[in-house]
């Protein structure tokens, strides 16, 4: 069993940055997939990101490209998303899960067994 907590949500302006980090326990995640979900009031939750175990590939929503980076340190068990000039659209919980090796589509939150209890990221205007 893995458990997953998310800190670095809070309160930023749009065009500031935030970094929300994911401390995995109970297991190693260094062969999992781990990935990255928001969901704002009233809205499904959607996929933000993804990175493969070893760092090689990373995938992005299109909303995201070029402002965010998912990241991992298997060392630390840890994965990050990097969050750059932020909008009030960014405005979500964020969630950290892991994907044991599920051979659907990394953006559906189907794909992913282990899931963190989200971090609040508000961006005001």
């Known amino acids: 069993q893995v458990q997953l907590v998310e800190s670095g949500g809070g309160l930023v302006q749009a065009g500031e940055s935030l970094r929300l980090s994911c401390a995995a326990s109970?297991?190693?995640?260094?062969?999992?997939?781990m990935g990255w979900f928001r969901q704002a009031p009233g809205k499904d939750r959607e996929f933000v990101a993804r990175?493969?175990?070893?760092?090689?590939?990373?995938y992005y929503a299109d909303s995201v490209k070029g402002r965010f980076t998912i990241s991992r340190d298997n060392a630390k068990n840890t994965v990050y998303l990097q969050m750059n000039r932020m909008k009030p659209e960014d405005t979500a919980v964020y969630y950290c899960?892991?994907?044991?090796?599920?051979?659907?589509?990394?953006?559906?939150?189907?794909?992913?067994?282990?899931w963190g209890q989200g971090t609040q990221v508000t961006v005001s205007s």
């Open positions: 990175i493969s175990y070893s760092s090689y590939y990373t």
């Open positions: 109970g297991r190693t995640i260094s062969s999992y997939g």
């Open positions: 899960a892991a994907d044991k090796g599920s051979v659907g589509s990394y953006y559906l939150s189907t794909n992913y067994d282990y």
